[in-house]
C-alpha cells in the first residue's frame, strides 16, 4: 500500500482561536512583546490586506493602520487549541502529529476510501473546519516534506507517480530550511525545488552543509521520515452505572468508595496522586449535582479522600434519586511509590495535610497560610506567609545574635513616664493602657534600613532596638531612632 500523508496548516491559528471567543470588528492582530517591543504574533485577514504582516513592531503597524485592534497573544491557548484540533483530526487518521506550532501530519494510508477518495476527504475537513471559523489549508502527498510545503505555498494533491514533478515549482523555502539557506540559494539563482535537483549535489552538500541535502532527499521521498503522534495524557474518571437510584448519604458513599479505589489504582500505576477531585450525580429527573474538594499535598489514599467528600455529600440534595456517578482527578502531580508502613513523622505529615485539606476546602486554600523563614535582617521581612497547601515547610536558618521575639506586631507607641537616661530604655513606660517598671534591658542592638527597599516605616532611619523585662512580667522588644526619641514596641518575649 503506498504511503499517503495529509498536512494540514491553520494560518491563522491564534487569531481565528481569539475571535472566536470574543469577536472583533475590522482589522485585528495579536501581539506579542519581544526584547523591548512588541511585534504583531498573528493578524486577521483584513489587516493582511492592509500591509500589515507577522513580525511587524506595532509602532510601525500602528503607522500604516492606525485602527488595528489588538490584544495580548497566550501561547498557552494556541497550543491549547492546537491539541484540540489534532483530537478532531483523528477522525481522519488514527496516527496525527503536531507538525510545529500551527500545523498538523497526519497518515491518511488506507483511509481515503472511506471518504469516497482523497479530495472528497480534504473537501470534509475544509467544510468543518471552516464552519468553526478557522482559516485552514492542506495537501496530501506521499512524503511529510512534500505534503508540508505544498500545504503552505498554495494547496492540493500530489499524485502517487508524480512526487517530484508535483514540488517541482515550489519554492525553495518549502523544503523547511532556515531563512538564511533560502536566501542564499535565491542569491545564487536556484528559487525552485526543480532548480535545486538539477545541479550537483557534492556542492550543495559543501556550500549549505547536510541539512539542505536531507530536507530535499525527504521532500521526495529518498530518505524516510516518520510521523510519530505522541501519547495523549491519561484522563483519570471513573463512571458508575446504578441499577436503581439511591438517594441516602451512606448509599453514596458505598459508591464514593467503589469509585475511589478504581480511580486510585490507576494512578498508582500511573505514579501520580491527586490535587482536586470532582462527584458528577446524575440526578434521575437528568439535572446534575457536583462536590467539588481540593487536597493539600498529591493523595491517592482512598480513605482519606472519602473522609474529605463526607460534608459535601450531605449537603447535596438527591431529588428523585441518583441513577450515575462519575469521579474525576482533574488536577494531578507525580507522586512515587512510598512505603505503606510510614513511621511517627509520616504519620505527623499526613495528619497535618489532613488538617490543611479540611481547612482549604471550608476557608480557601489561598486562605490558609503558613510561615517560611526569608533572608532579612528587618523583622517585618524575616517571614513571608505561603499557602500551606502550595508551599513546603522550611527549617530557619542558623542565626547567631540576639534573641528575637516569639511575638513580632507592627510597631505601638509608648508613652514615658519621668525621666529616663537618654539613649536607653525608659525606667517607666506605658503600653496597651497598662503601666510597666522596667527592671532589666538588654541592647541595644542596631539594625539599618535596606537601602535596595523604599520601606516608609523605615524613612526615619536606623533603629536601636532593646530587650526589656518587666516587674509586671511582660518581656518586650522596644526600640528608637537617634533622630527620634520617642520609643515603640515591636514584640513580645516568652
Known sequence: MVRRLLSIWFPRLA??????????????????RSGNADHLHCLTRSAEQRGLRRGMA????????????????????????????????????????????????????GVPHLFGGEEELRTDL??????????????????????????????????????????????????????????????????????????????????????????????????????SPEKDAPRFSVRLTLPEPIGLQGDVMAGLSR??????????????GARRLRLDLHRVDKEMVQVEIGLARPMREPDRIAALFAKGVEEIEAGFGIEAMRLTAHVTEPLAPVQLEGGAS???????????????????????????????????????????????????????????????FPPEPVMIGGMSQPGHPPARFRWRRMSFTTLRATGPERITPEWWFDDPNWRSGLRDYWRVETREGPRLWLFHTPQNPNWSVQGEFA
Not at 487569531?15 to 506579542?32: H, K, M, N, V
Not at 483530537?87 to 496525527?96: E, G, H, L, Q
Not at 473546519?129 to 503552505?152: D, P, W
Open 15 to 32: 487569531s481565528d482561536t481569539e475571535l472566536r471567543r470574543r469577536p472583533a470588528e475590522g482589522a485585528f492582530a495579536l501581539i506579542l
Open 58 to 109: 506595532l509602532a510601525d503597524a500602528r503607522a500604516i493602520c492606525p485602527d488595528l485592534a489588538t490584544r495580548p497573544a497566550d501561547l498557552t491557548r494556541e497550543g491549547a487549541a492546537l491539541a484540540a484540533l489534532r483530537r478532531f483530526a483523528i477522525r481522519y487518521s488514527p496516527m496525527v502529529a503536531r507538525d510545529g506550532s500551527d500545523g498538523l501530519i497526519a497518515d491518511i494510508t
Open 126 to 227: 475544509h467544510a468543518r473546519l471552516e464552519r468553526a471559523g478557522l482559516t485552514v489549508r492542506s495537501a496530501i502527498a506521499g512524503t511529510r516534506g512534500a505534503a508540508y510545503g505544498l500545504a503552505r505555498h498554495g494547496s492540493g494533491i500530489v499524485p502517487e507517480e508524480g512526487l517530484a514533478e508535483g514540488i517541482a515549482h515550489l519554492p525553495v523555502s518549502a523544503l523547511r530550511i532556515d531563512a538564511d539557506t533560502a536566501q542564499a540559494l535565491q542569491r545564487m539563482g536556484l528559487n525552485r525545488i526543480a532548480d535545486l535537483t538539477a545541479q550537483p549535489r557534492a556542492p550543495l552538500a559543501r556550500r549549505f552543509g547536510p541539512h539542505l541535502l536531507l530536507r530535499l532527499d525527504q521532500a521526495l521521498g529518498w530518505q524516510p521520515e516518520p510521523v
Open 259 to 272: 469509585l475511589l479505589d478504581r480511580l486510585c489504582e490507576t494512578l498508582a500505576q500511573l505514579h501520580r
Open 346 to 408: 509520616e504519620r505527623r505529615e499526613d495528619a497535618l495535610s489532613d488538617l490543611f485539606s479540611r481547612l482549604g476546602n471550608r476557608l480557601g486554600f489561598d486562605r490558609v497560610l503558613r510561615l517560611l523563614p526569608a533572608e532579612s535582617k528587618i523583622p517585618e521581612r524575616s517571614f513571608l506567609l505561603a499557602p500551606a497547601a502550595y508551599s513546603e515547610a522550611e527549617d530557619p536558618p542558623p542565626r547567631r545574635g540576639p534573641e528575637r521575639p516569639i511575638v513580632i
